[in-house]
């Protein structure tokens, strides 16, 4: 059994991670936990460094990690993230970013139409492409004449194997978002390679939006969309909207993962929070969820199922924190939650 690799980072990072982990120790799945808690801003800002290559190496040969977020306001976010976050993402190729959004409790909706909705969509983010390869630079920097490219790149074989994998988990269709009316070669690439895609599964519904009016339609209808399999950039924003509708940040999981290498980083899709760290306020199910993808990629089905039941019944019971209604701690949410866990007899495993 692979030591899974626990990275808590900075902000509400290490007071969601805490409750994922206890969560995963409750289910009594025999999982073990590496921590490697100086992955952090301190340590960058004090070493220049904070993942060294023996910590890289030393996820790399685990292959699974469970990540709480980085970010912190003293530091420079673009080149501490793509030391750490991105470096994951890109070094252990985990193209697929798997960001679930269900409406757990239709209270729990910022659309004016208040009415039971039943929100269950996926956004598929392409995890190693796009603007986010680093290919690109800039020349005069700091003067008038400063050009700065970042290059957005797309790959046949990048594009093809997210596609694929969109038809692969596809319940009710895909729908591809682009933005091919404007970008020229990325657009011309991503269509030619939907087209192969939907010639090879004729039998699941697909639909195409451009992403101005698929942002828009998540908003006024999300409930049409099952699987929206989209670039890096549109899949990061588009999966922010997504956690919004259906209740927010603090309850929005994410699986970035490799299905032929079999690694994989779980992770909630919110940031740091500085406006709320250190209070014991963050909502940990965004985390727990997080965890729960990872029981689920280990092969544990029913464990995650029983972690997904049990967050219905704490959010319909109030029973969790300020952002989505409730009135508990971070520490006090994790454990109302596991007392429903434990209370409902566990999982059949
Ligand atoms: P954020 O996701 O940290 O916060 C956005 C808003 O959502 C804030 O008001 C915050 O209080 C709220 N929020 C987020 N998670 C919550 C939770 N669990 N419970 C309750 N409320 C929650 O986004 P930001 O403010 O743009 O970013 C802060 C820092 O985090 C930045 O440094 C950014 O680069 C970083 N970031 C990291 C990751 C990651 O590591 N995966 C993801 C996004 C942002
Ligand atoms: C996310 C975050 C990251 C991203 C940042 C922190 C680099 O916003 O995981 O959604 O852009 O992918
Ligand atoms: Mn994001």
New binding site residues.
Partial sequence: MRDIIVIP?????PE?TRQAVETLDALGLGLTFVELGHINAATYLSTGTAMLEADFARIRDSGLVL???????R?A?TD??RS??LRLRLGLDLFINKRPARLWHHRLSPLRDGSPRDIDCVILRENTEGLYTGVGGSVHEGTASEVAIDAEVSTAMGVGRILEHAFAIARRGVCMVDKSNAVRSGGRLWQRCWADARAAHPDVPAAHLYVDVAAMKLVSDPEQFDVIVTNNSYGDILS?ISAEVAG????AA?ANVNPVTRSGLF???????????GQG???????ILSGAMLAEWLGHTSAAEAVRKAVSVVVAAGQC????GGTLT?EQAGAALRAHLLSAGGHDE
């Fill in positions: 980072g900075d902000g509400i990072g969601v990540f709480g977020a980085i970010g912190d306001p530091v976010a501490y993230a750490v976050l922010d927010g940040l603090g309850l994410s992770e909630p899709v919110h940031g740091t929070a500085p406006d709320i760290a306020i963050a909502n940990p199910l965004a985390a924190t300020a952002d989505i971070t």
